[in-house]
């Protein structure tokens, strides 16, 4: 359903318009959980996030998020930044300056636990947005997520060759993004963006097509992998790496490769966990993903937890289309439960401040009482759960990015438009009350 279009005048990919999202005549529907319009979030992935809409019994695959490459490398103002951030010998150990503590958010500790922070994604293809992301990230954040899931360079990191110009670009913005007080944490995938198979090689990437459908457990995949990973912490210096995104999602989309899945699992954590004893490396848990299969997936996770430091997991619930009161009290705790022996942390997550609407053909009410609803049940639970640490993907909305790139009718436009409204930030830079709740846990000490 996705080819590649040279200069395509919004996004490098060309979609093919579902019946749903292109009949103009069909009203919007309201979600209902349980309801014929579900919305089942297939991964939550944002530089190229993959989602699975399913609407009766059609499956809609569609790449998300692709732009905010562009905006982080392709456009020039981007690439203009220039300037070194100082390193810290251990980011772990940096701490915030305070913040004055939010009365209205208690938790059980006087302290916290847990890293909070936000991938780097800018609200704007411009200077301006790129500089005031970093300041929020500054100010409001002692964690960056570096989040890289576009492909992987194959033949590169096998043969240790320069990575393509335009990946080094992304690492390099990324790197930037990051003070000295920030924790880091590297997001990678050696799957597809689809959770369907193995990663494509990177755009710009040397001898493609010898790695389409080479099994995971491939002797030249793990030592091209071990030395992609290996090359991304030396540019990154991570204290957490995510060297699986959404791994179960493999399983859901893909059983027959799963078993080989395992195998490249246990090929590739020994060697990096040997060579980085004090890197937290683990494979992230799609939560949203247990509903189809219970039973099947716990299973699956069980069995990739053996290569995994951390229970991490990745959700957008309110993709179900439910109130933020109807989310499952062990949402978080029943998969913490799964192995209680490791730290556990949410890789992502989000909820919009603004109501779902057009031009998504449904409709999912909320508000920024929502928003700050959702936020003061997953730090509550972070809290019960001592969180090691949380991502809320995105820190401030892309109004203005959505509205210079889509038209009414541009066929990616409904998918983009699911995540516009989950920053703290409104479109305009207003703040959102959730902000106040983040603050308020960001200035207590992280012990």
């Given at each position: 359903?996705?080819?590649?279009?040279?200069?395509s005048r919004t996004?490098?990919?060309?979609?093919?318009?579902?019946?749903?999202?292109?009949?103009?005549?069909?009203?919007?529907?309201?979600?209902?959980?349980?309801?014929?319009?579900?919305?089942?979030?297939?991964?939550?992935?944002?530089?190229?996030?993959?989602?699975?809409?399913?609407?009766?019994?059609?499956?809609?695959?569609?790449?998300?998020?692709?732009?905010?490459?562009?905006?982080?490398?392709?456009?020039?103002?981007?690439?203009?930044i220039a300037r070194?951030?100082?390193?810290?010998?251990?980011?772990?150990?940096?701490?915030?300056?305070?913040?004055?503590?939010?009365?209205?958010?208690?938790?059980?500790?006087?302290?916290r636990t847990f890293?909070?922070?936000?991938?780097?994604?800018?609200?704007?293809?411009?200077?301006?947005?790129?500089?005031?992301?970093?300041?929020?990230?500054?100010?409001?954040?002692?964690?960056?997520?570096?989040?890289?899931?576009?492909?992987?360079?194959?033949?590169?990191?096998?043969?240790?060759?320069?990575?393509?110009?335009?990946?080094?670009?992304?690492?390099?913005?990324?790197?930037?993004?990051?003070?000295?007080?920030?924790?880091?944490?590297?997001?990678?995938?050696?799957?597809?963006?689809?959770?369907?198979?193995?990663?494509?090689?990177?755009?710009?990437?040397?001898?493609?097509?010898?790695?389409?459908?080479?099994?995971?457990?491939?002797?030249?995949?793990?030592?091209?992998?071990?030395?992609?990973?290996?090359?991304?912490?030396?540019?990154?210096?991570?204290?957490?790496?995510?060297?699986?995104?959404?791994?179960?999602?493999?399983?859901?989309?893909?059983?027959?490769?799963?078993?080989?899945?395992?195998?490249?699992?246990?090929?590739?954590?020994?060697?990096?966990?040997?060579?980085?004893?004090?890197?937290?490396?683990?494979?992230?848990?799609?939560?949203?993903?247990?509903?189809?299969?219970?039973?099947?997936?716990?299973?699956?996770?069980?069995?990739?937890?053996?290569?995994?430091?951390?229970?991490?997991?990745?959700?957008?619930?309110?993709?179900?289309?439910?109130?933020?009161?109807?989310?499952?009290?062990?949402?978080?705790?029943?998969?913490?439960?799964?192995?209680?022996?490791?730290?556990?942390?949410?890789?992502?997550?989000?909820?919009?401040?603004?109501?779902?609407?057009?031009?998504?053909?449904?409709?999912?009410?909320?508000?920024?009482?929502?928003?700050?609803?959702?936020?003061?049940?997953?730090?509550?639970?972070?809290?019960?759960?001592?969180?090691?640490?949380?991502?809320?993907?995105?820190?401030?909305?892309?109004?203005?990015?959505?509205?210079?790139?889509?038209?009414?009718?541009?066929?990616?436009?409904?998918?983009?438009?699911?995540?516009?409204?989950?920053?703290?930030?409104?479109?305009?830079?207003?703040?959102?009350?959730?902000?106040?709740?983040?603050?308020?846990?960001?200035?207590?000490?992280?012990?």
């Amino acid at each position: 359903m996705l080819a590649e279009q040279p200069g395509s005048r919004t996004h490098p990919l060309t979609i093919r318009p579902s019946p749903l999202l292109s009949a103009p005549s069909r009203e919007p529907r309201r979600l209902r959980t349980g309801g014929p319009y579900l919305l089942h979030l297939f991964s939550a992935s944002k530089v190229t996030g993959i989602y699975l809409l399913k609407a009766g019994t059609v499956r809609y695959r569609l790449t998300v998020f692709r732009i905010f490459i562009a905006a982080l490398v392709l456009v020039p103002v981007c690439l203009a930044i220039a300037r070194k951030d100082a390193e810290a010998d251990s980011p772990n150990r940096v701490r915030l300056p305070s913040i004055a503590a939010d009365s209205a958010s208690p938790g059980a500790m006087p302290g916290r636990t847990f890293a909070m922070g936000f991938t780097p994604f800018p609200y704007a293809v411009s200077q301006q947005a790129v500089d005031d992301v970093r300041a929020y990230l500054a100010r409001d954040a002692d964690l960056v997520v570096m989040h890289f899931d576009s492909g992987i360079p194959w033949q590169e990191a096998l043969t240790a060759d320069p990575f393509p110009a335009r990946l080094q670009g992304e690492i390099d913005t990324a790197v930037r993004a990051a003070a000295p007080h920030h924790v880091r944490a590297l997001q990678v995938t050696p799957i597809a963006f689809l959770r369907d198979g193995i990663a494509p090689s990177y755009e710009g990437s040397a001898s493609p097509e010898t790695w389409i459908g080479r099994p995971f457990d491939h002797p030249s995949v793990v030592a091209a992998y071990l030395g992609y990973v290996r090359r991304m912490i030396a540019a990154t210096n991570p204290a957490y790496v995510n060297y699986g995104i959404e791994a179960n999602l493999l399983f859901q989309h893909a059983p027959l490769q799963w078993d080989a899945y395992l195998r490249f699992l246990a090929a590739v954590y020994p060697p990096l966990k040997a060579e980085f004893p004090a890197v937290e490396f683990f494979v992230s848990i799609q939560v949203d993903a247990f509903p189809s299969d219970p039973l099947g997936q716990r299973s699956a996770v069980q069995q990739m937890l053996a290569y995994s430091d951390l229970v991490a997991v990745s959700t957008y619930p309110f993709a179900s289309g439910g109130s933020v009161a109807a989310i499952d009290p062990g949402h978080f705790s029943d998969v913490a439960a799964l192995d209680p022996t490791k730290p556990f942390a949410i890789s992502e997550t989000g909820w919009p401040a603004e109501t779902l609407d057009a031009p998504y053909p449904a409709i999912v009410p909320s508000s920024p009482g929502d928003q700050d609803q959702y936020l003061r049940r997953v730090l509550a639970d972070c809290d019960l759960l001592r969180c090691a640490f949380i991502n809320w993907f995105l820190v401030r909305d892309y109004d203005i990015l959505f509205s210079s790139l889509y038209g009414p009718d541009d066929a990616f436009a409904p998918i983009a438009r699911i995540w516009r409204d989950i920053g703290f930030y409104a479109g305009d830079g207003a703040e959102r009350p959730a902000l106040g709740t983040w603050r308020g846990w960001l200035g207590r000490p992280r012990n």
